[in-house]
């Protein structure tokens, strides 16, 4: 996949789908944060729940009621749901559905080649 070129200026001001340098050049953001920002950057919505978050301690590794609240969404969209499990990372996530998938199915090798992840 072509990689964007990359900005050789120091960037400031981000705002919705917009980045302005130093230099006051507005861009254009194409690559959203490479995901992080799909909803723009600096977008109220996501400031505030950040902020509430942080007031709450949402900041913490521990589980805490937003997990339980999430957990109980995923159960009730998903019929067949009996678990719902945070994991840190994609990768711990991928590591878990293949262990998971290797259980369940006895087999040894639940995937080979291919994009999963």
Known sequence: MPRPRACRCSLR?????YLWDVDGHRYIDCALGYGSVV????HPAVADAMRQAARLGGHSTLLNRWHAEL???FVDMI??????????????????AVRLARAITKRRVVLHWGLHG
């Not at 001001?13 to 789908?17: E, I, L, Q, S, Y």
């Open 39 to 42: 909803l723009g950057h600096g």
């Open 71 to 73: 957990a109980q969404r």
């Open 79 to 96: 019929p067949a749901a009996e678990m719902v499990a945070f994991l840190r990372t994609g990768s711990d996530a991928v590591s878990a």
């Open 13 to 17: 001001d981000p705002k919705a789908a």
